[in-house]
């Protein structure tokens, strides 16, 4: 019987919140963390919202108490922030002699330093100390050297499911007894790599994003990290875990590079294969945090794969990229601490800037907050380029 | 259970795309950078959708068609890549036109084959495979973790038919980057001679390397996998050589019963002193020697060419004197070989394989 798999701590910063605790009261106040760009040097500072975390990089390391050096990126200070919170939060001590692992999830990676550096590890040698942060490893390497963490390091990249698989597979290593506990999450920073590639594909929402309305025009993207530690449930001593990773299941649409198929293929068979991982029924389900990212494409391939699992029975759902933008290899671990804080504080996260229900369904997101109605599992979804569907399962203990 | 390798497929500097032979015929090049040549097999796709590929892809798509071909299995239940770099060279297409047209009229495609798993989605989308699909980005661990996911899948139960590979690709830019890193040799070297002199740095490669993993045996079978083991930031020789030795252990396996151990030699004079300072410690009593980068040229893969040769040495029973570095002692039998990498001195891995009984 494999052991199962217990959140005993989370950290986050995204931009509407530097911790834990910022993040919550944001989500329960509707705040929104979407605006004018006013850090990153870009064209498009005026015309691309987006979910920018108002702290330069000097400020970040002075969060953490660190020297700024030549090397060290955004997308590795974002990730260090959130995963000393998350240790935090759980009062583990790293050095205890139980086996410890660091995943981390990230898609932009070093190529924050490299788009503005390029022209010079080109043709001189003023820049090399960020040559090797271009390496997608380099941010888990600085976060495990920062922790202390030895005992297993690695780094998945598949696109916008980076962190979900993240977490998944830190939740495998743990069931096979191969590793005690996982720090798992993910950290991406804004960059121009990105809000071009979006902007080049059309689909890049020029207006705050609106999910799964008729009248969706794209994403904003934003930045931040977030990581959860997952223990062994006889590993965690007399401390009381969040909750439960109750189910996990990962699928391809194997559709389109970047776009899913329409009728929902890959998503419904990732949440499907997450609640029979979790022994659960569709009806079990008290909320979904969708992966919800407001392009045409993805929130008909996604309201089609839940239309296809849940029937006529869709439970709660919203999206809460409205709040953060898509932060691309970390959203997936930003939405497990999302979907975490809904179970912890009885709460639907709403769905912002929603207006128009989408003509293809007959049922729409959570428009406001919905305290109290008991929520028990949480499924949350995380889809990638390369029609890379993951969903998880967080469960109340 | 015992996890079989029942396909390979390898596109590298050499001709290593037939699966019957085993470096019959091997290239020598002059130069600083080994690249991957053609492979003559059927890519199995027309040749309209062939050209609009990017080098990646196609290399990465031949290199698994190899591999299921051989395994006689076109339905894997997981596709699980590894790769240090991920996609280079449409990356750097990206960046390069976004300083050119600052920010304005980017060509898409780039962009959208810039992702990590691209190689993996490109698999599925080509077979109609709605499984599993993961991609490992982890530097020097990229492919052992590939590996290792291969292994927790078959090993609970959730797959039985595993592709899994490793590979990188070097472009000229990326060469020109990591050559401001000294990890290059400063002169052209010739690859075959890549051990006879001693300097600092070594030669680029690249490699595209896939395998398919069952819990069974097949006709087919190359070998049993039996463990994968990687150290992160370790520099403590007596640690390292513990840890391998932890490895052969739990696998019921003493130093003498390795018949040969193929190390990640590249010619670079600090990095090599690290594999005798290791490996001393582990074999006291000396062991069979082999290395692969003179072959393929050093890239964060590699381990997956080494794991291509240390498997077609199982099945054939036979490791080929180019792969030989030092022989001590010229067993019949080849049972068990441990590859032993490591990067920079500071991250090591370790990959088991035995022969099949």
Redesign the interface.
Known sequence: MAKRVFVTGCGIITSIGNNLEENLKSLTSGRSGIGKITLLETVHRNALPAGEIRLRDEELARILGIKLREGLTRTALLGMIAAEEAVRNAGINLHDGLRTGLISGSTVGGMVATEKYYPDFLENDSRNAWIEANESSESTERIARHLGIKDFVSTINTACSSSANVIMTGARLIRAGMLDRVIAGGADALSIFTINGFNTLMIYDREPCKPFDELRNGLNLGEGAAYLVLEAEDRTGPRLPLCELSGYGNSTDAHHQTALSPEGTGPHLAMKLALERGGLEPGDISYINMHGTATINNDLSEGMGMLTLFGEKIPPFSSTKPFTGHLLGASGAVEAVFSILSIRHDTVWPNLNFNTPMKEFGFFPARHAIQGSGIRHVLSNSFGFGGNNTSLVFSSI | MKIYINGIGNVSPQKTWDCASFLDEVKDYDGRMLQCLEPEVDPGLDEKYLRRMSRLIRLGWIAAKICLDDAGNQRPDA?ITGS???SVLD?EK???S??RN???L???TP????????V???I??L?????????????S??FE?ALL?GI?GL??GDSRNVLTGGFDEITA?QF???D??HRWRRQAVNNLRLFDTEAEGTIAGEGFTFFFLQDYASDKTYAVLKDVM?????ENTEMIAANALLCLERNGLEPGMIDWVFTGLNGDLDGDTVYRDVLSRVFPSGFNQAAWKHLCGEY?TSTAFATWAAVKALKQQAVPDILRIKTIENRHDIRNILIYNHFKGIHHSFILLSFPS
């Open positions: 596709i240090g770099w991920g990356s990206f960046l390069l976004l300083y600052k920010e304005s980017l060509p898409p962009f959208i084959q810039s992702t990590h798993n691209v993996g989605a490109q599925a989308m077979l109609n495979n709605c499984a599993y699909n993961m991609a490992y980005a982890h530097g661990f990229a973790h996911d927790l090993k609970s830019n020109i980057l990591t401001r890193l990687t150290l992160f930031s370790t964060l």
